[in-house]
């Protein structure tokens, strides 16, 4: 780090992070955020005020070392600095881009308190890429071969951390997708303006080479059973099906024409090509929901073409669940907030299709046991908003592995697991969004991670049995 007093970093210059114009960018898919130069690494990350403690670590649920790669980047290390970030998480590049630094990491830096905060995320993502442009993705040492064999079912971001670090321990690894592409959410429900498609295929190609196994279009559970899975000679089988099935709150009216879920809106036009298959040319939108996934919907219907695009909210902007990030990137784009609204019913067109909504104000109650105030119905203060497609952000429950005799599932359709992951099943381990909910890349990681240490030490541990 630059011999610069603490105080004197303080007043060093927030370094903006660059992005393309709204005008610009609204008119594709490509990454709308783009990387820092080494300079501008180098300027931001010399704002780091080196805390004894740092905050930043332990908001972080990866606990990445941010301080010491903060430190390295100051210094011009880059690849060192990228190496160091790698050894906590399976995919720096891809947090680096996604993951909520705002309401995380960023928003624990005491830089914070008075100034904008360090932007941790743009120097996370600067390293990596830096890195892979000087040496690619080079494969790290693998321990010997135990014997072992584990199946992983889902190739999303916990399933895809348990196959590394499962690998990189010696056993030899199956991952089982539904898709015909891996990568879960990553491919196909996050928008390619916030993470292009080259960078998830870029990461499965350095797991193939690490000696990972990927199996498509087999969906565990109706292509395969469970049973079927251990019965291939599998000892032990990972659990990472994702949260994909859509809450839906009991109103009149939603089964008309033109109201639909997040999740199939945002897989159908979330390409490969970049050339999604809806046009709303015209067509007055309105996403129902406050949180990430709303945002994405909002964003990707004004790439279509919407000609209004409108975000209705119970809450007020600060109580809402997504990024502040995510939340100003609408903005810019043109979507409208309506907050301090809950819809109530549908209306009927006459034809079987949706026309509107009709909503009621909202006003701010006591805390939740979240924290967040509870919204509260205005009595009596009922108004329509005009609507050609409604697509409902709700969030959603666990997607667990049709079974008959599978592990024991939560009324949330999310697995139950003891202290070290494993389910009521022996050898059947789960992790991610499938016992939490839906909730963040950096969670899924944290449970891939750790229940790989759990199966490491399941498989060792089976005293008298010999490896297949």
């Not at 931001?44 to 941010?66: D, G, Q, Y």
């Not at 210094?75 to 705002?102: K, W, Y």
């Not at 196959?163 to 390619?192: D, N, Q, S």
């Not at 994909?244 to 809106?265: M, Q, R, Y």
Request: glycine share 10%; proline share 8%; net charge negative.
């Amino acid at each position: 780090m630059p011999n610069v007093e603490k105080r004197e970093r303080l007043k060093l210059p927030h370094m903006p992070i660059p992005k393309r114009p709204p005008q610009e960018r609204v008119r594709d898919f490509c990454e709308v955020t783009l990387t820092y130069t080494p300079e501008q690494a180098i300027a931001e990350a010399s704002r780091c005020v080196e805390c004894a403690t740092p905050p930043c670590v332990k908001a972080c649920p990866l606990h990445n070392p941010i301080k010491d790669w903060l430190v390295l980047t100051a210094e011009g290390r880059f690849l060192e600095a990228a190496h160091l970030s790698q050894t906590t998480s399976n995919m720096p590049e891809v947090c680096g881009r996604i993951c909520p630094q705002d309401r995380l990491c960023e928003e624990a830096c005491i830089v914070g308190v008075k100034h904008p905060p360090v932007a941790i995320g743009a120097i996370e993502k600067f390293i990596n890429e830096y890195a892979v442009a000087q040496e690619g993705l080079p494969l790290p040492d693998v321990a010997p071969s135990t014997g072992y064999r584990v199946a992983v079912v889902g190739s999303g971001p916990a399933g895809l951390a348990c196959a590394e670090e499962l690998v990189r321990r010696g056993h030899r690894v199956t991952v089982y997708e539904a898709a015909p592409k891996p990568g879960g959410l990553l491919r196909y429900g996050i928008p390619g303006f916030k993470l292009e498609k080259s960078v998830v295929d870029r990461r499965i190609d350095y797991l193939s080479r690490l000696g990972v196994e990927f199996i498509y279009n087999t969906k565990v559970g109706e292509d395969i059973a469970l049973e079927g899975i251990l019965q291939r000679g599998h000892q032990a089988v990972f659990l990472a099906t994702g949260a994909t099935v859509p809450k839906h709150p009991p109103l009149p009216g939603i089964e008309l024409e033109g109201i639909e879920d997040a999740l199939p809106f945002l897989i159908r036009n979330n390409t490969e090509e970049g050339t999604p298959e809806d046009d709303l040319t015209g067509m007055r939108v309105v996403v129902l929901g406050g949180g990430d996934t709303a945002m994405d919907c909002l964003r990707t219907a004004k790439r279509l073409g919407a000609i209004s695009v409108t975000c209705v909210y119970r809450r007020d902007e600060a109580n809402m669940p997504g990024s502040r990030r995510e939340v100003q990137a609408a903005k810019d784009e043109g979507v409208v907030f309506d907050w301090l609204k809950a819809p109530v019913r549908f209306l009927d067109n006459g034809a079987g299709g949706v026309r509107g909504i009709e909503c009621i104000h909202m006003e701010l109650g006591e805390p939740d046991e979240e924290g967040r105030r509870k919204p509260v119905p205005i009595e009596g203060s009922n108004f329509e908003i005009d609507a050609d497609l409604v697509i409902l952000a709700f969030g959603f429950d666990g997607s667990p592995v049709p079974a008959a005799d599978g592990p024991k599932v939560t009324k949330w359709g999310t697995y139950t697991v003891d202290e070290s992951g494993m389910t009521s099943i022996p050898g059947v381990f789960a992790g991610g969004d499938v016992v939490r909910g839906a909730d963040l890349v950096t969670t899924a990681l944290v449970d891939g991670r750790a229940a790989a240490v759990a199966i490491d030490h399941y498989l060792r541990g089976r005293a008298g049995q010999v490896a297949a």
